[in-house]
Nanobody
Framework: QVQLVESGGGLVQPGGSLRLSCAAS????????MGWYRQAPGKQRELVAT???????NYVNSVKGRFTISRDNAKNTVYLQMNSLKPEDTAIYYC????????WGQGTQVTVYS
């Protein structure tokens, strides 16, 4: 089982930036897909961004051009760089990995206030 620990969330004003980190308990080199999801109060969890082992990325339309997902296999870490943050980005952000049936981190809170 791969354990994931997110960090980097916080409180930020609109237009600000945050970088989320997802540290894995073992090598992520062979993990096919890793990604970030988010869940806002009263809403279902939604995909934010995913990255495949070969480097291909996918983003929800609302964050395209503002967020960038990356993975550093040497550090066993996946990042989500979030720029030009908007109030609607407020949510708990969860890291995901696809190996062995998949697993999730505990989440990190991102709050963007007007």
């Amino acid at each position: 089982q791969v354990q994931l620990v997110e960090s980097g969330g916080g409180l930020v004003q609109p237009g600000g930036s945050l970088r989320l980190s997802c540290a894995a308990s073992r090598s992520i080199f062979s993990i096919w897909k890793m990604g970030w999801y988010r869940q806002a109060p009263g809403k279902q969890r939604e995909l934010v961004a995913t990255i495949i082992s070969g480097g291909s990325t996918n983003y929800v339309n609302s964050v395209k051009g503002r967020f960038t997902i990356s993975r550093d296999n040497a550090k066993n870490t996946v990042y989500l760089q979030m720029n030009s943050l908007k109030p609607e980005d407020t949510a708990i952000y969860y890291c995901y990995q696809s190996s062995s049936g998949g697993s999730w981190g505990q989440g990190t809170q991102v709050t963007v206030y007007s």
